[in-house]
């Protein structure tokens, strides 16, 4: 499976930004899909999943009444909308297959896309 995400760039403190990330090379309609993001000199950071079937999804803390993880499977895709963006959101994102279901742990996520710039300034 190969992942593509999109959707990046530079916004200001406050904006929205919708990432996506597309799947060649096999569904992804039996994976948890995840969200990771790193930023410079920090770990890769856990930011949503989202199930097979889009139920329950969950989220970081910091991030639960701003961002929403959803997907289309159908399309192969999955996206994550992200509403009033505050600085020390600024990192790489990265969308991530995962078997097991919900995981928050990067180690259990088996495929990665290269990720996506977001930056917020202030």
């Known amino acids: 499976v190969q992942l593509v995400e999109s959707g990046g760039g530079l916004v200001q403190a406050g904006g929205s930004l919708r990432l996506s990330c597309a799947a060649s090379?096999?569904?992804?309609?039996?994976?948890?899909m995840g969200w990771f993001r790193q930023a410079p000199g920090k770990e890769r950071e856990f930011v949503a999943a989202i199930s097979w079937s889009g139920d329950s999804p969950r989220y970081l803390d910091s991030v639960k009444d701003r961002f929403a993880i959803s997907r289309d499977n159908a399309k192969n895709m999955v996206y994550l909308q992200m509403n009033s963006l505050k600085p020390e959101d600024t990192a790489v994102y990265y969308c991530?297959?995962?078997?097991?279901?919900?995981?928050?742990?990067?180690?259990?996520?088996?495929?990665w896309g290269r990720g996506t710039q977001v930056t917020v300034s202030s």
């Open positions: 991530a297959t995962c078997s097991l279901r919900m995981s928050v742990y990067y180690y259990e996520y088996a495929y």
């Open positions: 090379g096999g569904t992804l309609s039996s994976y948890t």
